[in-house]
């Protein structure tokens, strides 16, 4: 800092000595509020591409990288290079929970970061995976999103205070009740690169919003109040659960489901029946979460140049990296990346 402006940290204010002038003690107060941080990020393999993507985005984020080995009886061996360059350091995790086998390496690996004496902690989990069991209908149910939210709360607090957490379209957002005081955590959503893309289609002054249910109405329809929307729901009759259209009218339009995940895909695929059936002149879905276990997803690709597409377009996000790799070069599927919104999210 040059000589002549000093900081006075009882005021909390900038002062200058003659002929410094208040507008450059201003531009020096708005240098500083914008100079953006420097963040080392550090990924499980999974998620390398996407790690990779997120640090294009700015110059202000650097990978870094963790030897991840076994020992013979399967237990983790990690080794995270040059810790002891990371003191005083903004530092973040991009993490892949896509299995419960997964799941405890990674968590040695936060635990750890915290506490190496950086200056902040960023846990980035684009998918929750148990958001879906987050509640209990029966005496014996067992939450499992209370769970991992109690075992990511325990994460160490950094010098600079608690860990912060960034994750894509929780399932139910009263889901941020389940995490303790000792971490922040911060719901990002993938609507915005949904809005994007549509309004780059040719027939984006014919779209419709569409929702398989209450909860995806309830969960996403603020953030896209200005498309018309149409809502299905489940009806039971006998044993079977059939897919109704509640309102509105997709007659003409193309018209986009927009949930937050897909496992099975079966509710979808009903629900692209139904509007079908009611006249839409073509049907795409997005999704925040391409969960697809057990190759799902094969249910939704366009065979041959011949078939049926009953899809046109399928955006997922890069949430979840593996299905990612199994789609590339899929139709109807499309990914909408994340990279840019996390970048962001690692200067908030």
Not at 18 to 27: E, I, M, R, T, V
Request: proline share 5%; glycine share 6%.
């Amino acid at each position: 800092m040059p000589s002549h402006v000093w900081h006075q940290q009882q005021q909390g204010m900038f002062h200058t000595a003659p002929g410094f002038g208040s507008l450059g003690a201003k531009w020096l107060c708005l240098s500083l509020r914008r100079r953006k941080k420097q963040v080392h990020l550090f990924y499980y393999p999974e998620c390398e591409d996407l790690a990779r993507n997120v640090a294009a985005q700015s110059n202000n984020i650097t990978l870094q990288t963790i030897k991840w080995r076994n020992f013979d009886d399967g237990f983790p061996n990690i080794y995270i290079n040059d810790a002891q360059d990371l003191r005083g350091q903004h530092v973040a995790f991009l993490a892949s929970f896509s299995s419960t086998g997964v799941i405890f390496e990674q968590l040695s690996v936060i635990y750890l970061l915290p506490r190496l004496f950086v200056a902040s902690f960023t846990l980035v989990l684009p998918f929750f995976p148990t958001g879906s069991f987050e509640r209990m209908e029966d005496e014996g149910d067992v939450a499992t999103a209370f769970t991992l939210a109690r075992m990511l709360t325990n994460i160490p607090i950094s010098r600079g205070g608690p860990a912060s957490l960034v994750i894509y379209d929780i399932h139910a957002l009263q889901e941020r009740f389940y995490f303790g005081d000792h971490v922040l955590p911060l719901f990002e959503t993938g609507i915005p690169l949904l809005k994007q893309r549509l309004h780059e289609l040719p027939d984006a002054d014919n779209i419709v919003v569409a929702f398989p249910d209450d909860g995806a109405w309830k969960r996403f329809h603020k953030l896209l109040d200005h498309f018309p929307m149409v809502v299905c729901t489940k009806v039971r009759e006998g044993d079977k659960r059939i897919v109704r259209l509640k309102e509105g009218n997709p007659a003409g339009c193309h018209v986009v489901i927009v949930d937050d995940l897909v496992q099975s895909g079966g509710t979808l695929i009903e629900c692209q029946k139904v509007l079908a059936a009611h006249g839409a002149a073509k049907v795409s879905a997005y999704v925040t979460h391409g969960v697809f276990p057990k190759r799902s997803w094969e249910r939704f690709t366009h065979k041959d140049e011949g078939s049926e597409k009953a899809f046109a377009y399928f955006w997922i996000t890069d949430s979840c990296p593996l299905t990612v790799k199994a789609i590339a070069n899929r139709a109807p599927f499309q990914v909408l990346s994340l990279a840019g919104s996390i970048a962001d999210a690692l200067q908030t």
